[in-house]
């Protein structure tokens, strides 16, 4: 033993002396803080990896709603959020085919699909190079749906949907102290707002107050719901406010809570006559911000939904002139040049369309075309068709303690959102990737395909421990 040691020792001394040889001559590259900035993000993928199942969804998530803030250091971000999808990616499949884990099954097959008509839609572009990124970015992100992700859920669900209800949490009351205390808009503009509330934030806080046992979580869970339900009113974001109702009404009904839902009414009508006593002006006031956001967006002399009618007719003369293959995915025909950012071959657009179409929906079907949008239309139906198994499963059982709840919820929220904003297909936006990833998950989580014991169909009067339904413990 003491013969090896001084063997270790020289094996050490003679790696770093080699290490010092090759760096001494690049010393200067030190102070740069690009160069500095590359090392530092190595050093954290290489972090969030060493547990991945544990860390690197975390990590994800932090480089892509980071890039997506108005924040400082936004713009490392940037281009770093691509090295840290690509890398994921690509560990995840690896591990995830180097061990015993669930297949892959037909959502996986159609995604696949979707990355094809992707790439081919890329060969018409007009912007080839740009288009083939944003393919092989799609591509990056339906691979590591199918393997990383699942490694961060599948097998440790109580401790991620424990750290999730967390982390919802502290976003909520960050978000209000930077809005209502500091005045910063970290979100920037207000439809971002309200689409993080109403997407990322509420189905999971609402969840997570439904499932609370104990009064001091459950009033917590509830200031925290009730703060994120403001935050989507003080957005007047429209799409936001849509998927909070229905969002709202979908649990109450399929969950047998009429009393919550007359209660939730209730207390509406409460604070709105309250403050028609108090201040009659200052609420017919608000009544028309409101009536204007709802209905008309600014631009009531267009009649409703008139500040969406321009950005469709514009992507649909668009889809007329190019029916079959489209325009080129994650490109449209502005006439404007992309600018280069990170170096040559590398190319990032100010947005993640290059103009504003109106919908998810018919951004795809301008992207591909009528035939490269059949595999998308079938990604989507799957996954409304697991979401359609979970409400049904709640109808029958009444009870809120499934791990498929909240990701059904986000799901069922997202995709109202993408009828009326762009992001529901464009990478680079966190909520494209939070989206995917939790109906992915979704796949793996349907009760009747999960491997959780469910003991058939719940009764009221007797239920199992939430344990048993594969749900976070709620008095944690």
């Not at 809570?257 to 709105?272: D, G, H, M, R, T």
């Not at 002399?301 to 994650?330: A, C, N, Q, V």
């Not at 979401?387 to 049904?392: H, L, S």
Request: hydrophobic letters at 50%.
């Amino acid at each position: 033993m003491n013969s090896v040691k001084p063997l270790q020792w020289a094996g050490i001394v003679l790696g770093l002396s080699l290490a010092l040889y090759f760096i001494y001559p690049h010393l200067q590259y030190f102070g740069n803080v690009t160069f500095l900035g590359g090392i530092l993000l190595l050093e954290v993928i290489i972090a969030g990896l060493w547990e991945y199942d544990q860390r690197f969804f975390v990590l994800l998530m932090i480089a892509f709603v980071w890039a997506g803030m108005h924040v400082p250091l936004r713009g490392a971000w940037t281009g770093g959020r691509w090295v840290v999808l690509s890398a994921g990616a690509v560990v995840g499949y690896i591990v995830w085919t180097k061990t015993p884990r669930r297949p892959f099954g037909s959502l996986h097959l159609i995604a696949f699909f979707c990355v094809c008509a992707a790439f081919v839609s890329a060969t018409v572009s007009p912007f080839i190079q740009m288009a083939f990124l944003k393919a092989l970015s799609l591509f990056f992100l339906f691979l590591y749906c199918a393997s990383g992700a699942r490694l961060a859920v599948l097998g440790r669900e109580d401790r991620f949907f424990h750290g999730l209800l967390w982390g919802s949490e502290i976003a909520v009351y960050i978000t209000a102290i930077c809005y209502f205390g500091l005045g910063e808009s970290i979100w920037g503009n207000p439809n971002s707002l309200g689409a993080a509330m109403s997407i990322g934030l509420f189905p999971i806080l609402l969840w997570g107050w439904l499932t609370s046992d104990g009064p001091a979580v459950r009033f917590r869970r509830l200031v925290a719901l009730l703060l994120c339900t403001y935050l989507v009113y003080f957005s007047m974001a429209r799409a936001g406010m849509v998927s909070v109702v229905l969002v709202t009404l979908i649990c109450c009904f399929c969950l047998h809570q009429y009393k919550l839902l007359a209660k939730v009414v209730a207390l509406v009508l409460f604070l709105v006559a309250v403050a028609g006593m108090l201040a009659p002006g200052t609420l017919d006031k608000s009544l028309g911000d409101l009536k204007d956001a709802v209905l008309y967006k600014g631009h009531k002399e267009e009649g409703m939904l008139g500040s969406r009618r321009t950005p469709w007719e514009k992507s649909i003369d668009s889809i007329k002139e190019h029916p079959l293959f489209g325009t080129g995915y994650g490109t449209s025909p502005t006439g404007e040049d992309p600018r280069m950012v990170f170096g040559i071959g590398t190319y990032n657009t100010r947005s993640e369309t290059d103009r504003e179409h109106g919908s998810s929906y018919i951004t795809i079907a301008e992207w591909v075309g009528l035939l490269g949008v059949m595999p998308f239309v079938g990604i989507l139906g799957v996954t409304v068709s697991n979401v359609w198994k979970v409400c049904a499963w709640m109808n029958r059982t009444a009870d809120p303690r499934h791990y498929s709840i909240p990701l059904a919820m986000v799901i069922l929220a997202g995709l109202v959102h993408g009828s009326f904003e762009d992001w529901l297909f464009a990478v680079g936006s966190y909520l494209c990737v939070y989206f995917w990833v939790f109906a992915f998950i979704l796949a793996d989580l349907v009760p009747g395909t999960v491997a959780v014991p469910l003991d058939g169909v719940v009764s009221r009067a007797s239920r199992p421990s939430p344990a048993g339904f594969g749900a976070v413990v709620p008095n944690r």
